[in-house]
Nanobody, 119 residues
């Protein structure tokens, strides 16, 4: 499956952005989907995941209550709604697809989209 993330940009602290990740290739609904991020000088970290039918979600503690992951299998797209953004949310955000429900083991990765939050 090929993944393409978009929707990043520059936003002031307290603002919102919605990232999208469109999938092509093999059946999107077969995969659990996740979002990760990598800030400058830091390792990539897990942000959120959603199960293949959307029944289950999980979030990193740092984004819980502010970010919402969702998916539309008819459109082969997963979303990350980010509210109350903070400067520490600045990072390149990546979407990923997994056969197995996990916060670490993902099989396919998209190119990232940059989110910059100004203070």
């Amino acid at each position: 499956v090929q993944l393409q993330a978009c929707g990043g940009g520059l936003v002031q602290a307290g603002g919102s952005l919605r990232l999208s990740c469109a999938a092509s290739g093999r059946t999107f609904s077969s995969y659990h989907m996740g979002w990760f991020r990598q800030a400058p000088g830091k390792e990539r970290e897990f942000v959120a995941a959603i199960s293949w039918r959307g029944a289950a979600t999980v979030y990193a503690d740092s984004v819980k209550g502010r970010f919402t992951i969702s998916r539309d299998n008819a459109k082969s797209t997963v979303y990350l709604q980010m509210n109350s953004l903070k400067p520490e949310d600045t990072a390149v955000y990546y979407c990923a697809a997994a056969y197995i429900w996990s916060q670490t083991q993902y099989d396919y990765w998209g190119h990232g989209t940059l989110v910059t939050v100004s203070s």
